[in-house]
């Protein structure tokens, strides 16, 4: 499967309720660090009582 922000194979693939986003390695870490830096990350920990360790 192709990366979903570029043409390279992709490296991590996720389905939900059939819809497929496939990410090459640096596409994710980029997702991965815009999410660390967004107030979303926050709201997640809320939601499940995540303490961090």
């Known amino acids: 499967m192709q990366c979903h922000y570029c043409d390279r ?4 693939t996720v389905e939900k309720d ?3 986003v496939a990410l090459c390695e640096e596409h ?3 997702q991965l660090e815009s ?3 967004s107030d979303a990350l ?12």
């Open 18 to 20: 059939g819809v497929h």
């Open 28 to 30: 994710f870490q980029e």
């Open 42 to 53: 926050d709201e997640v920990r809320e939601q499940l009582d995540v303490d961090r360790a």
């Open 9 to 12: 194979s992709a490296d991590l």
């Open 35 to 37: 999410l660390a830096a």
